[in-house]
């Protein structure tokens, strides 16, 4: 039998206090929370207007450097209304990792769309571009600006990066694969809010990028998300879609297409504006965290942590322990004997691929993000923990 | 030049001290809403998780009597999972009345189904049964339980009746119909938390039933929306649907269909559950300010105010003044006069059979949802005002 589990839960017990239950990522509410959340409850402003939202989206903005960011209700209805500005529409095909969370794909099938699965990179977790490249080159032709599947014949609009717990895609390479190809470039970052690639944020590379604020995420509205964008029409389309589509007026309700009720209540956002002020404090905690699991692991046998890849600044959304190929099968005795001692862990999703609503989906061979599923385990990562 | 708009304004000064801007319809926090949101902001539980979330559900199964309450994002969230619950699928038709606000429509166009525009009853201001059945004895054929559309070819899958204001629509005849056509009844409760129809709660007669707590509604959550159902199959699939349709598992992530992230964060539902408390005051108040309005239009000439129908006990969430025919070119005058005097005022909306994305969508004849689109006026009703 394997020491690997016994020595994994030594290893992150020099890390963490054996004190009580560790939540794999747990929100911190040490700044101005009560104060603008009392103030709304206070002034009645709890819902669809008040000025916490547009201030929170004016932060957001600033924070990412993005010219534009709109909050809505959650990540996923952020990337439903990113795709379908980015032109997806029913029947495409748009790629995407599939080692990511479900509502990468989910909003693709909202959209009417089929996903269409590519393979990660050991080095940055998210979309692998040379392996996109190269499967592109088999099953697609491009020209004139579009990109179809010889296979099925329809049109791959768009790929959806996903910046794996907090690390950065190759954005070099998969923004050069897009051009290529003809492909709109829609962010989800989702986990990497704070995470920089050659300096700039991530969600700010596409022509749209998305964030989620659940309560898992380094800050937290209870539930919310954005939209980032620097084309101005596309800002005001995301606003409108996502309030109902109604047309200003002083009285009349008149709605000119479908849109969704994905507004972020200012309830939500006076709390998200207080979390946005203790970002970069959460941030610094992170990578001290990061740290103090790099050097409890260094030269360990069996597994190692997973580190910023190149010219990336990551947030350390999760922290993450990779197994050695060779003791992948060792993965759910760890899982089983971590949360046992009461440090929640957890692996990677189940490849999208994989579940019954995908099965027929196109995808690319999946060799590496294989292997990272089978590999992959989520350690404590709170921002009060280090 | 008609004395209408001076008369009506008037009248509403018999009401309405001029003390400052009157909103339509403004929230009131007066009872627990600051303990409770509190305890979440200080327990760090926020998000998916947490005691309010469940509390709210119990607290609202029991108030409405339903046997199953599924706490959601929003009305919009509740009514397009209730639908897909309802067996609606792409290429269905749904009935629902065109004088409604967007979201009856909208999701039912998230299904990938039409809507099928009704007329309304002067009487409740909702679907109106007897023309129902007209217009269906007319257009479609019933048999086998299944009911389908002889001109379009589709079939007809449900109807959604939406209580307009707070006031139930006739529901022993829109029952009677449903039968007789293989109908499923969807209710849109959304603006009727606390009306009842023969002494039970509307949303509680349809297979399903919808609720939404938006910041303009008679409790608010900032956003928010509960689904209702008696079947405990439905309520379990609504709960797995609306939160991502993960499968549970000590750390597995698998995803066993395609669902949504409709979930009410913690933070929502805490502020849900001290509005629950004060409902029943709530709801005084504004059968309080329904006769003041009731008092101040008795003899009016030329508008009446609309009160509840037979076997009905409304919340009255919104006051609502009928032009009389004759007047109601009057409409877009009395509406300035008003809003320049600082009572907030507002039509009907235009109805969704205009709005252009609907225009080609098939319809009864709609001769009373027209007039009462031409002649209703709503005017302040929070219940802070009697």
Redesign the interface.
Known sequence: MSDLPERIEAAIGTVLPRDGFKALH????AGN??AY??EC??T?W????GKFVDRFEQELASYTGAAHAIAV?????ALHVALQLAGVKADDEVLLPALT???TA?SV?YC?ATPHFVDSAEATLGVDPVALRRHLEKTADANGGSCINRTTGRAIRAVVPMHTFGHPVELDGLLAVAADFGLVVVEDAAESLGSLYRDRHTGTFGRLGTLSF???KTI????GGAILTNDPDLAKRAKHLTT???VPH????????????Y??????AA?GCAQLEQLPAFIDSKRRLYDRYARAFAGFRGASVFSEPEHARSNYWLQTLLLDEGESAERDAV?ART?DAGYM??????LLSR???YTACPSAPLPIAESLARRIINVPSSSGLA
Chains 1, 2 share one sequence.
């Open positions: 747990e929100p911190r509410f929370e009560w959340v009392k409850i206070d009645g709890v819902s669809s207007a209700a959650n990540g996923t209805a969370f479900a509502a989910t099938a009417g659940n309560g898992n937290t509205t209870g539930g109902t589509a109604k002083r009285w009349e309700y008149f709605h000119d297409q479908i849109g969704y009720n507004r972020l209540p200012n309830l939500n709390l899982l949360n862990t957890r692996p990677a999703w189940t579940l019954p609503m």
